[in-house]
């Protein structure tokens, strides 16, 4: 089917006003093209947060050269205006002079010369283009422009009046885009129908966020008086900074009446998702930031809405623009979408795999242990946890990065040593177990069951790659299967009742019938799969 191609850059509309009141003439003379693009840009990375982190500069965000040249058409014109200098005026027509800007690298008749403005600061020379393995080149905006986000970004979250949106670089507003490709998905890469959408605005509680933001205040401010940047799990000033948390948790909750004003407090799911591990300086720093994002965009919405744009990544999956909400920490998640229903997929991948498999009657002794996750999944868990002392969180996060094809090694690089903290002894002990090897075996000897010695890989949802690693392929078809459950539930649930897509599982903003999800899924796709409930 073809594939129309829309503009899901957008940032706010008041930016542009803003900008051109604090860069001047040297950004309003601009052709808007360009204006959009270096707004888009100030708007995406005026702080440095998981989903835009330089993996070599950690101070910078990354920009690859796609990104560029969404912003700016040629990376060459962003170069021009950034740092080499351009010439502007107004292009002679047969009818005269235009009145719309004209701008080229090169000395035109008719066109001044101007420096360049160096709104932006490269810190990090890329090799490639950042694609295909390539780095992305790193950069920071320079402390003009930073000053003025900054200052914009506080009058922003203040603001509940007269908000003007989103839009992208044809002055396009989000609402107006989303209805051209029915709702807050677009496709280019799967067969799936336009039909099967979502909406593209997303309640969220901004009380709740804010509280939130006053508990992660608190947390650094205790970092401070310690004058550390981290604080492991369980020793005793963590222990301390919790137990300070949770008394004021509880302290709100029982409050009726404060200074005349009723408190509805957050709770506890975030705090709890706050203490799965380390307590560190950059993560709540970071998770403020979300916070503050979300408060800025409703800000430009009615309602308490934020709007979410989903794409497809290679694989399928729906991925949101900038990773909104789905990218962020979980307790920021859990605050902004205070009461909603999370319906996950118990071991989806796993219990997948397994259902293939048996579908071509295929069985080896490392596939046992697989089976044993899916029927025992709480209890090898806590028992995985005991033996490898650590949390049932980060025992639940091994278990699906190895299914994701992460790898069994003790090097900063991998998806495991991030996940410990970069905790050797944790790492090692991880690495060594018999179990957890025999689970990422049952990987790889699927393989040949389900891709052998095929060429390309065609996943659940048409989306074609060629054969690389056998944990690429793997990836490649479960997660097809999975996106393709995911487009059963959106197909036949109330789209008015979803809030947000999270890959393997979905969040209602109602209560909803796990039963009924599995009846839904069956029906569909063949998959006798069961739904966990959580309630945010």
């Known amino acids: 089917m073809s594939k129309r191609k829309f503009n899901t850059d957008f940032f706010p509309a008041d930016l542009i006003v803003e900008a051109s009141k604090a860069l001047g003439e040297e950004f309003s003379n601009l052709p808007f ?19 835009n982190q330089h993996s070599k500069e950690s101070s910078s ?14 990376q060459k014109n962003f170069r021009a205006v950034n740092n080499n200098g351009y010439y502007l005026g107004f292009k002679s027509t047969k009818h005269g002079i235009s009145n719309k800007p004209m701008l080229s690298l090169k000395e035109v008749p008719g066109l001044t010369k101007h420096n360049p403005t160096r709104w932006i600061k490269k810190t990090y020379q890329a090799h490639g283009n950042g694609s295909g393995g390539g780095q992305c080149a790193g950069y920071t ?29 044809k002055g396009e507003r989000i609402e107006d885009v989303a ?20 909406n593209l605005l997303v309640r969220i509680d901004t009380e709740a966020l804010r509280q939130h933001r006053s508990q992660l205040e608190l947390a650094k401010g205790r970092l401070k008086v310690h004058k550390v940047d981290t604080l492991v799990r369980d020793n005793g000033h963590w222990l301390e900074v919790k137990s300070k948390l949770e008394s004021l948790s509880q302290a709100a909750q029982a409050t009726q009446d404060l200074v005349g004003v009723k ?39 009615r309602g308490c809405k934020v709007p979410v744009l989903y794409h497809e990544v290679g694989t399928g999956r ?15 998640r859990y605050a902004a979408l205070r009461g909603c229903y999370e319906y996950d997929l118990e071991a989806a991948h796993q219990n997948i795999l397994i259902q293939l498999l048996d579908r071509q009657n295929a069985s080896f002794n490392e596939l046992d242990v697989v089976r044993e996750y899916t029927a025992n999944k709480s209890k090898i868990r806590v028992e995985l946890a005991e033996e490898l002392d650590t949390s049932v969180a980060i025992v639940k996060t091994i278990i699906q990065e190895l299914t994701y094809g992460a790898k069994l090694y003790n090097h900063n690089s991998g998806a495991i040593f991030k996940t410990c903290d970069g905790n050797h002894q944790l790492i090692e002990r991880i690495v060594n177990n018999p179990w957890l090897n025999k689970l990422a075996a049952s990987f790889s000897i699927a393989h040949k069951y389900l891709v052998g010695d095929d060429k390309q890989v065609v996943n659940a949802v048409g989306i074609k790659v060629e054969s690389e690693k056998k944990a690429k392929d793997m990836a490649h078809i479960l997660q097809g299967y999975e996106r393709q459950i995911l487009d059963s539930l959106i197909a036949h649930c109330d789209t008015k009742d979803i809030a947000l897509l999270l890959h393997d599982c979905v969040v209602f903003y109602k209560e909803q019938s796990p039963k009924k999800l599995s009846q839904i899924v069956r029906a569909e796709t063949g998959f006798n799969l069961v739904f966990s409930e959580e309630k945010y």
């Open 141 to 169: 905006l320079s402390d003009k422009t930073s000053s003025m986000m900054e200052e914009w970004k506080t009058k922003a979250i203040a603001q509940r009046n007269s908000p003007k949106g989103m839009v992208n670089y």
């Open 61 to 74: 965000f990354k920009m690859c050269r796609g990104e560029v040249e969404r912003c700016f058409v040629d």
């Open 318 to 332: 729906y991925h949101t623009n900038g990773s909104i909400l789905q990218g962020y920490h979980k307790s920021v």
């Open 33 to 51: 093209r360009y204006q959009a693009g270096f707004v888009n840009i100030f708007w995406n990375h005026s702080d440095i947060i998981r989903y």
């Open 179 to 198: 209805k051209s490709f029915g709702g807050g998905i677009t496709r280019q890469l799967s067969n799936t129908p336009e039909s099967i959408n979502v």
């Open 263 to 301: 408190v509805h407090y957050v709770g506890d799911r975030p705090l709890e998702s706050l203490f799965i591990k380390a307590l560190s300086a950059d993560g709540i720093n970071q998770r403020i930031v979300e916070i503050d994002r979300l408060l800025i965009i409703s800000s430009q919405t």
